[in-house]
C-alpha cells in the first residue's frame, strides 16, 4: 500500500541535543513538507521541498533543518538552536498542483 | 499569512443532527481543501473546491465556497459518534504550499 511513514511515533530529547524525525513516502509525490502542531493550534509550515535536492524554509524555519536527497525522504532535525521544540510533528506529501496532502501519522517530540 | 480561520472554535451536537462549521481566508484563492484529523494522528484529506465551484459534495459532506466573502462552509450530515474530531481548511499560498486554520473541534454525542 502506498502512504507516508514517520518515525519515531515518540521521541524525547534531553535540552542541548539535537533529533532528527524520519519521512517516508513511496507515493512517487514530488513535494513534501514538514509542518509543527502545539496544542488546541493549527499547523504552522517549518520546511517544504518542490523537487529533490531543493527546499525551501516555511514560516518557523529556524531552529530547524532539512534534506531532500531522495524523492522519498525529507528527514527534518531538531536542533538544540530550536528553544521550544516540544510538539507534534507532521510530514505531508503531494504531486505538484492543486492536489491535497497526504499526511503522516506524525510524531510527538518531547524536551525532558 | 493567508492562514483560514475556522469558527466556531468547538462544536458538539447530538448524534444524527447536521454539522456546520465556516472557514474565512485572505486572499484570493484557486482553491480550498478541507481536512479532518483524530485526536493524535495526521490530517486526512476531506474535499477540494476550487474557486469557480459554489458547492461540492461528498457522500455526507457538502462544502460550499463564496468567493466574494472569502469564506467556505462544511456541513457534516447526520452526523454519528465517529465524526468526532477536529476539521481544518486549508488555503494555499503562491506555489503549491497550504496554510490551515486552527480548526473546528467537533464532539458528536451518541
Known amino acids: 500500500d502506498g502512504g507516508i511513514t514517520q518515525s519515531p511515533k515518540y521521541l524525547f530529547r534531553k535540552e542541548g541535543q539535537n533529533v532528527t524525525l524520519s519521512c517516508e513516502q513511496n507515493?512517487?509525490?514530488?513535494?513534501m513538507y514538514w509542518y509543527r502542531q502545539d496544542p488546541g493550534q493549527g499547523l504552522r509550515l517549518i520546511y517544504y521541498?518542490?523537487?529533490?535536492?531543493?527546499?525551501q524554509k516555511g514560516d518557523i524555519a529556524e531552529g530547524y533543518s532539512v534534506s531532500r536527497e531522495k524523492k522519498e525522504s525529507f528527514p527534518l532535525t531538531v536542533t538544540s538552536a530550536q528553544k521550544n521544540p516540544t510538539a507534534f510533528y507532521l510530514c505531508?506529501?503531494?504531486?505538484?498542483?492543486?492536489?491535497?496532502?497526504?499526511f503522516g501519522s506524525g510524531t510527538r517530540l518531547t524536551v525532558v | 499569512s493567508q492562514q483560514g480561520e475556522e469558527d466556531p472554535q468547538a462544536l458538539s451536537i447530538q448524534e444524527g443532527e447536521n454539522a456546520t462549521m465556516n472557514c474565512s481566508y485572505k486572499t484570493s484563492i484557486n482553491n480550498l481543501q478541507w481536512y479532518r484529523q483524530n485526536s493524535g494522528r495526521g490530517l486526512v484529506h476531506l474535499i477540494l473546491i476550487r474557486s469557480n465551484e459554489r458547492e461540492k459534495h461528498s457522500g455526507r459532506l457538502r462544502v460550499t465556497l463564496d468567493t466574494s466573502k472569502k469564506s467556505s462552509s462544511l456541513l457534516i450530515t447526520a452526523s454519528r459518534a465517529a465524526d468526532t474530531a477536529s476539521y481544518f481548511c486549508a488555503s494555499p499560498n503562491t506555489g503549491n504550499q497550504f496554510y490551515f486554520g486552527t480548526g473546528t473541534s467537533l464532539t458528536v454525542i451518541p
Open positions: 521541498s518542490q523537487i529533490v535536492n531543493d527546499f
Open positions: 507515493l512517487n509525490h514530488d513535494a
Open positions: 505531508a506529501s503531494s504531486i505538484t498542483g492543486p492536489y491535497g496532502y497526504t
